[in-house]
């Protein structure tokens, strides 16, 4: 059962527009949210991250909304450009209080920015 | 950039034979991963390291094992490859104190190919 889902597997957004990425996720008990770039034939890149007790972390042209109560999450890219054509990753920390929590991932969503 | 390189970046071996991957890292920290990354399943853990000598099992350890001699390796075994191990698999790091998010980073990727 896929805990962390990103339904849209590809997404096209216009320079210069706004992009929206969406998350779900099914269990209550994850504490901590991670958004990944992912371009091919290279590692995810670290992004933006968002704590459970809070609903929105900004950063730059980057900022995550959080609705605990619908279990989504949301990535906002404003203005869009065409270096942030890649694979989005959403991704969930379930706190175990043991130090080494392995992170959930979606499958994805490949965002192409058009000209 | 965590400082983090994989070796061999690009493997090709045959069913049955033995594989070990190597992460390194340069900056000391405590926790390391290991992941892989298939199409339509997003990255899911195999293995993590929370300390010399200290490993346990992530999703999808079977048919992997791991070991971390030392706090700058962790090391990726397969110990009899076989095809649906095809992959690409990717080592990341935490850092090493703990508040309420902890981000991962990851390295460049390995790209396994089993015949």
């Known amino acids: 059962d896929q805990q962390v889902k990103q339904n849209s597997p590809s997404l096209s957004v216009q320079e210069g527009r706004i992009s929206i990425l969406n998350c779900d996720y099914t269990?209550?008990?994850?504490?901590?949210f991670l958004w990944y770039k992912k371009y091919p034939a290279e590692g995810p890149t670290f992004l933006i991250s968002?704590?459970?007790?809070?609903d929105k972390n900004e950063d730059g042209r980057f900022t995550v909304f959080l609705n605990k109560s619908a279990k989504h999450l949301s990535l906002h890219i404003v203005p869009s450009q065409p270096g942030d054509s890649a694979v989005y990753f959403c991704a969930a920390r379930l706190y175990s209080g043991g130090g080494a929590d392995g992170l959930t991932f979606g499958k994805g969503t490949h965002l192409i920015i058009q000209p | 950039d965590a400082g983090i390189t994989q070796s061999p970046r690009h493997k090709v071996t045959e069913t049955g034979t033995p594989v070990t991957l190597r992460c390194h890292q340069t900056?000391?920290?405590?926790?390391m991963y290991w992941y892989r990354q298939d199409p339509g399943h997003g990255l899911r853990l195999i293995h993590y390291?929370?300390?010399?000598?200290?490993?346990d099992k992530g999703e999808v350890s079977d048919g992997y094992s791991v070991s971390r001699s030392k706090t700058e390796d962790f090391l990726l075994t397969l110990e009899s490859a076989t095809s649906s191990q095809t992959s690409v698999y990717f080592c990341a790091i935490s850092e090493s104190s703990r508040g309420l998010g902890e981000t991962q980073y990851f390295g460049p990727g390995t790209r396994l190919l089993v015949l």
């Open positions: 968002i704590s459970s007790i809070k």
């Open positions: 900056e000391n920290h405590r926790y």
């Open positions: 269990n209550s008990m994850f504490d901590y």
């Open positions: 390291s929370y300390g010399v000598k200290d490993t």
